[in-house]
């Protein structure tokens, strides 16, 4: 996707010297950015003048780990351009602060009246803003669009046109006041930098690129002597948020595309590429597994027709909505399974569950820790003023690895419960839902 201005040997030019890199699932593409960014340190290229972003910090530790395993003569500094795409365009405006996600964002809503808080069952202090109006403006700027015309796009509009349009205009008006946004970054990098000739430029996930994002990278891309671009138009998911995988497609160079799988095997490979047919937008691509484990695919009308308790090692589950996500983890708690989901967020706080563990042995006449009587009491009501904590003066003269009993606690430890049952002992903190899972997780085991 070259800017219409763009004249035919810059074209010729962008060509010659950019790869694009199509990796199906499993075939190592991380892996292959890692070996072009080594080779061409091999051939003398520093990493300061390497630029490899990436959608998550994650994404780029792990590159940066990998690398430094190789090249122990490097420190993880030398390689500052490996960035997030924001977090690289942000490094060209050190001098301007940046709009924290919650002190400020929570400033803006406050004062406009737009507040919208999801609180988490773990942590009723952890508050999530998430307006449904600056998510079409944020989207409607990736795009390159009037914000208005996305807008009436909308198929469900959470506000009215005018509410939409003053949201906007305040949020405009409290960022000039303030602070630049992610967006802004991107925004104003492609504005006013003049990228310096770097020797290697990297793209990580170039297919959830959204059209400013690809302006960057032209930028970048039209000044580096050799540019990578490496993603998947078969996983292209940020349609949502404003990608575009058709710039992919379209960015002039030369396609390579990695053919061999090590995660699906055949099973599961024949499947996926009869719902590949169905892709309208996509890179024409054959790949082959090498993974000769065997594999299933079964089909099931309604989740309580899953043979949860069947299956062995752990699976990954995915829903079309969020409305079958969330009642796959109703169920998955009725059956008292352990999942977390795709951001990491546990089903139960470990905490909670040990201290159900470490009653049941008291109660089988069994000694604890110290440690572990502190996990105990952070979820028991009738403790005695000052023992709550382990850390606290009180356990002073308590060895951390002396025996702790039943008695010894309640005599001089500050347990004052009576009741013997762990749902009746453990009565702080713990919610209706959780005692129901906890006792479907413990007739589980």
């Not at 080594?38 to 520093?46: A, D, P, S």
């Not at 994650?58 to 420190?75: G, H, P, S």
């Not at 996930?205 to 078969?234: C, H, I, M, S």
């Not at 706080?349 to 110290?370: F, P, T």
Request: hydrophobic share 35%.
């Amino acid at each position: 996707m070259l800017n219409s201005n763009e004249n035919y040997q810059d074209l010729t030019q962008t060509l010659t010297k950019t790869f694009k890199i199509f990796g199906p699932p499993g075939t190592g593409k991380t892996t292959r950015l890692i070996k072009i960014v080594e080779k061409h340190l091999r051939l003398g290229v520093q990493p300061w003048e390497m630029v490899y972003v990436s959608f998550t910090n994650k994404a780029i530790d792990e590159a940066v780990e990998r690398v430094l395993k190789k090249f122990n003569t490097y420190k993880s500094e030398d390689f500052g351009n490996f960035r997030t795409i924001h977090s690289f365009c942000k490094k060209a405006f050190n001098n301007l602060p940046v709009l924290d996600p919650k002190i400020d964002m929570l400033q803006f809503h406050t004062q406009w009246g737009t507040i919208n808080a999801n609180f988490s069952e773990e942590d009723a202090n952890h508050k999530v803003f998430n307006n449904w109006s600056l998510r079409v403006y944020d989207k409607a700027r990736n795009m390159m669009v009037d914000p208005i015309s996305l807008y009436k796009a909308e198929p469900i509009k959470k506000v009215r046109l005018q509410q939409f349009t003053d949201i906007i205009r305040n949020y405009v008006k409290f960022k000039k006041d303030h602070k630049m946004d992610f967006t802004d970054m991107v925004e104003k990098y492609v504005k006013e930098i003049s990228p310096p000739k770097y020797k290697v430029f990297i793209v990580d996930e170039a297919q959830d690129l959204t059209p400013l994002q690809w302006l960057f990278v032209e930028k970048v891309a039209n000044k580096a002597n050799r540019v990578y671009l490496a993603g998947d138009d078969d996983q292209a998911i940020y349609e949502w948020n404003g990608a575009k995988v058709r710039c992919f497609l379209d960015f002039p160079g030369k396609a390579f595309v990695l053919n061999k799988s090590y995660r699906l095997n055949k099973t599961i490979l024949d499947f996926s590429k009869e719902i590949l047919k169905f892709i309208p937008e996509r890179q024409p691509k054959e790949f082959t597994s090498v993974n000769e484990s065997e594999g299933d695919i079964y089909t099931y009308g309604r989740f309580s027709e899953v043979p949860f308790d069947d299956l062995q090692g752990s699976w990954f589950v995915l829903g079309r909505v969020g409305d079958n996500v969330e009642e796959l983890k109703q169920y998955a708690r009725h059956k008292g399974l352990y999942f977390q989901d795709m951001k990491g967020n546990k089903s139960f706080n470990i905490n909670k569950w040990n201290a159900i563990n470490y009653w049941q042995k008291l109660m089988a006449g069994e000694s604890l820790i110290r440690e572990q009587v502190g996990i105990i009491y952070d979820f028991i009501d009738e403790i005695k003023k000052g023992w709550r904590k382990v850390d606290n003066k009180a356990w002073d003269a308590v060895h951390p690895n002396q025996p702790l009993d039943l008695e010894f606690l309640k005599s001089n430890c500050g347990l004052e419960t009576n009741q013997t049952d762990w749902w009746k002992v453990l009565n702080r903190k713990f919610t209706t839902r959780d005692l129901d899972y906890f006792e479907n997780m413990l007739r589980r085991a």
